[in-house]
């Protein structure tokens, strides 16, 4: 999916809500556990149900590869489900990955030609090379860590360099030169609050994956002020809060009505 | 495998030499593809014939997610392989995760719990709390990238704090903190030559996971000059050199030979 197309899907559905496909398996609804493919089971009924109020869905590989095999397989129907049948939203693999340049273009291949989403996140810690093997695909897109959600953030990324710049920063600056607005995004962590105003400063034109709103406390109030621009800009993740909203049978019907009330709110900032 | 047992393999096999796992249907022996599971083939062929000169092994997790499910199938089975029937052998699996503190602990569950691994590599850019998940086992190690040995590692590992430390120091610093060297390991990319002094300097006792000999263009010599510690401290990991020196139905013999060599080489710094 281009930047075009992804404006125009936020404009539609007044929405920038990713739901997080982050599906564990002790806590989705106990009935669903007696199915073929409980993980696929859940995430197509949460898909289904939230998909009118949602741009984008990111599963996180982590809940997939944790069940192995079976995991991957999850992973794999979820994403062909996600194509066939809601073709409009945005697909982000959560991986983090990044390796030295021919192991990067086996996970760009593994992401985008074998398992066909539309973006994955990837680490910058090994630079250059370590990114540039998944831009090399049109339509697909690199969301590269910036500045996390998590409290270690501050460990590394806060660091200044002689120059006064932090390594988030640097990433933003140097990572321009790699791909432009129509190929890169970068995470950003809802709990960073006014730090969106320098990260602005660096990209003002990219879209951020802003996740960390709900369970990790951020405001998506604060998001919006500090972060939107003229195009949007932003995809905010929400995956708990909207996934284990209710643990009975109506838990699909809950996760709607959770994903309505953040579209709501979302659409009043657009 | 605690660290007292890596140094006694090492000693016993006069050898510091790990395989790496990157198997590549497009590169084995052609032959081998007519097998149910060729990925698994040809590992169990590789380590069968290497056992002897190696005392660790290490896939990486790009060249089995690649495959798909069939792909952990067959890491999973190389791993139960390995288990049973070389115990004394240290593995690794390169996967270079690290997300935060609930997913990480899912990467840590799937690879310390469900494929019961030696070590893991993890990337440091999300900080403690994306490391210390996969600190809680015994016997475990997490392998945190440093100083890795691709070209990229100029771009953000060298940048120098305000006080004249670079980001690859401040790593190998702080991340002390979180574990000490029975439990942590640190990659330095074979290419980073007398940076191993400097290295030395910060994490004297600690093993360092040594990528890059070999096709990458390290010097085992340099690595062993600079590196080296009184428990040798190193684990040199050679990949394609050994695993693609014969693409007939001769490659195991090849590769064992290729091994042999290196073990011999190593024999003579130990």
Redesign the interface.
């Known amino acids: 999916m281009n930047k075009n197309e992804l404006i125009q899907n936020i404009r539609r559905k007044k929405s920038f809500l990713c739901v997080g496909l982050?599906t564990?398996l002790k806590k989705i609804p106990p009935h669903l556990l007696n199915d073929d493919d409980p993980i696929f089971a859940f995430n197509r009924a949460i898909i289904d149900a939230t998909a009118e109020y949602a741009i984008a869905y990111k599963p996180?590989l982590?809940?997939y590869?944790?069940a192995?095999?079976?995991?991957?397989?999850a992973f794999?129907k979820t994403v062909r489900y996600l194509r066939e049948h809601h073709p409009d939203t945005f697909l982000i693999a959560d991986a983090?990955?990044?390796?030295?340049?021919n192991?990067?273009a086996?996970?760009a291949?593994?992401f985008f030609e074998?398992?066909d989403v539309d973006a994955l996140t990837v680490?910058?810690?090994?630079?250059?090379?370590?990114?540039t093997p998944f831009l090399g695909y049109d339509g697909k897109w690199v969301v590269l860590?910036a500045l996390?959600?998590?409290?270690?953030?501050?460990?590394?990324?806060l660091?200044?360099?002689?120059d006064?710049e932090r390594?988030f920063e640097?990433?933003l600056r140097?990572s321009q030169e790699w791909a432009d607005d129509e190929r890169m995004m970068y995470v950003v962590g809802a709990t960073q609050g006014r730090m969106f105003e320098d990260i602005r400063r660096i990209v003002p034109r990219h879209f951020l994956l802003v996740?960390g709103v709900g369970a990790?406390g951020g405001s998506l109030d604060e998001v919006c002020r500090y972060g939107m621009n003229a195009d949007c800009g932003l995809i905010v993740n929400s995956s708990r809060a909207i996934l284990y909203a209710d643990r009975t049978e109506a838990f699909a019907t809950a996760a709607a009505r959770e994903a309505r009330a953040v579209q709501q709110q979302m659409a009043a900032y657009l």
Request: net charge negative.
């Open positions: 982050d564990d996180n982590a809940f590869e944790c192995g095999a079976r995991g991957w397989l794999e983090k990955r990044g390796d030295i340049g192991t990067s086996l996970y291949r593994t074998e398992t680490a910058p810690y090994m630079g250059e090379d370590s990114v860590l996390t959600s998590n409290k270690g953030s501050a460990d590394f990324q660091t200044a360099s002689a006064g390594l640097r990433v140097q996740p990790q």
